[in-house]
């Protein structure tokens, strides 16, 4: 009765049974795997963003295909402040940048071919790969002291099936942005081979070293390019359902790009008219909302270096911005039966690096976003549990 492409592991592993006895039970545990900003503590201006929903130009239904323009235009200005100069002609608004992938996928490729995603990165993009018909290959990111992107390996992953190269910038969870030389690479490769590029830069804005200049594919006009960003992580608003594809390159194939996004989007309308409207005025609120975050996410970190610099058992690996850090654990240890141990035997919740598809042991994979207290406690947890798990097993 149903497609195949539903046929997914549906049985809840163990550590979903584990997560569920505590939440049935009112246990309460660390959960250093939180990265939802409105479960973490921080002060919204509530009053004043909900009054914006409440615009009487939302009661008219004025459908467009791109998004409202005062709202790309809202997005214009955002990068306007990076000093990156896009038109609103150039913006298409979504609900969500999981349904911006979709439709960029739907413009780029037919069934079976392929996407190539980075390797760490987020879980998601299997989904959206068997959702849309698909098939994903993968390229690493390699680690010596900082990341970077193993750029010979990801020419020899290109084929005559590859569509489209995805880059996180900053990835999640390696922190790593973008530098100049492999985006000139990826416009090399790119152009070779007739590929887009999709540049996720949803943390864009967490830079841990703000007098840091990373570069955002947003202005890349050498190649198709199409460079998300969204509500979620800018004003760690997730649940307003508001982001964003920003398209460039060189000029012929932008527009046709447009005209043909531009049916995929109007079939769906799916963004709502009051968070458009409120859209121009919320970002006044980026600075007050952004600061809160970038302030715990710089605590947790020195707290988690810190904690790890004497230690050997285990290393902080460098990162440049985002809302994770990971740790290395040496010594051969498991780190899925790890991760359950902690979760069984002192309530704290982190995710083992083969959750973000990471290619070799052992990983740890931490949020920075939870409470200081929460994040704290639960670091000494791990700590405590590596020294007793490494002499155990
Ligand atoms: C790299 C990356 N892109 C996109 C998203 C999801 O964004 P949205 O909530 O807009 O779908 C996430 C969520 O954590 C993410 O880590």
């Known amino acids: 009765m149903f497609a195949k492409r539903t046929n997914w592991e549906l049985t809840p592993n163990r550590v979903a049974g584990i997560l569920e006895g505590y939440k049935s039970s009112g246990q309460k545990i660390l959960d250093l795997t939180q990265s939802n900003p409105t479960c973490c503590g921080f002060v919204y201006p509530q009053d004043e963003l909900l009054a914006l929903l409440s615009m009487p130009a939302s009661m008219r239904y004025v459908p467009s295909s791109q998004g409202l323009l005062s709202a790309r235009q809202a997005v214009a200005a955002y990068y306007q402040s990076q000093n990156i100069a896009i038109s609103p002609q150039q913006i298409f608004l979504t609900a969500s940048t999981s349904e911006a992938y979709s439709f960029l996928f739907r413009l780029l490729a037919n069934p079976q071919e392929e996407i190539l995603f980075p390797a760490p990165s987020y879980p998601l993009f299997d989904f959206l790969v068997d959702l849309n018909d698909l098939k994903s290959s993968f390229y690493s990111l390699v680690y010596q002291g900082q990341w970077a992107i193993d750029l010979g390996e990801l020419e020899n992953h290109i084929s005559v099936q590859t569509k489209a190269v995805v880059a996180v910038n900053p990835n999640n969870p390696t922190g790593s942005y973008i530098t100049r030389e492999e985006l000139k690479h990826l416009n090399r490769m790119c152009q070779q081979n007739q590929l887009a590029l999709i540049s996720d830069e949803v943390f864009f804005d967490y830079a841990f070293d703000s007098s840091q200049r990373f570069v955002s594919c947003a202005a890349n006009t050498d190649n198709l390019t199409f460079t998300l960003g969204g509500l979620s992580k800018t004003l760690a608003l997730p649940q307003m359902k508001l982001s964003w594809i920003v398209v460039n390159g060189p000029t012929d194939i932008v527009a046709d790009a447009i005209a043909r996004l531009e049916i995929i989007a109007d079939t769906y309308l799916s963004v709502n008219a009051p968070v458009q409207n409120a859209l121009a005025a919320w970002m006044n609120y980026r600075p007050?909302?952004?600061?809160?975050?970038?302030?715990?996410?710089?605590?947790?970190?020195?707290?988690?270096?810190?904690?790890?610099?004497?230690?050997?058992?285990?290393?902080?690996?460098?990162?440049?911005?985002g809302w994770y850090m990971i740790v290395k654990l040496l010594g051969g240890v498991d780190e899925e039966a790890l991760a359950e141990r902690l979760l069984l035997r002192d309530q704290?919740?982190?995710?083992?690096?083969?959750?973000?598809?990471?290619?070799?042991?052992?990983?740890?994979?931490?949020?920075?976003?939870?409470?200081?207290?929460?994040?704290?406690?639960?670091?000494?947890?791990?700590?405590?549990?590596?020294?007793?798990?490494?002499?155990?097993?």
């Open 288 to 321: 007050a909302i952004q600061e809160q975050i970038i302030r715990r996410v710089a605590v947790n970190r020195d707290y988690l270096i810190n904690s790890f610099a004497n230690y050997d058992a285990g290393t902080v690996l460098h990162a440049d911005g």
């Open 348 to 393: 704290v919740y982190v995710h083992p690096g083969y959750f973000f598809n990471f290619s070799e042991e052992s990983f740890l994979i931490l949020s920075l976003l939870p409470p200081e207290s929460v994040f704290i406690e639960g670091v000494k947890r791990i700590i405590a549990r590596v020294k007793s798990f490494n002499s155990s097993s």
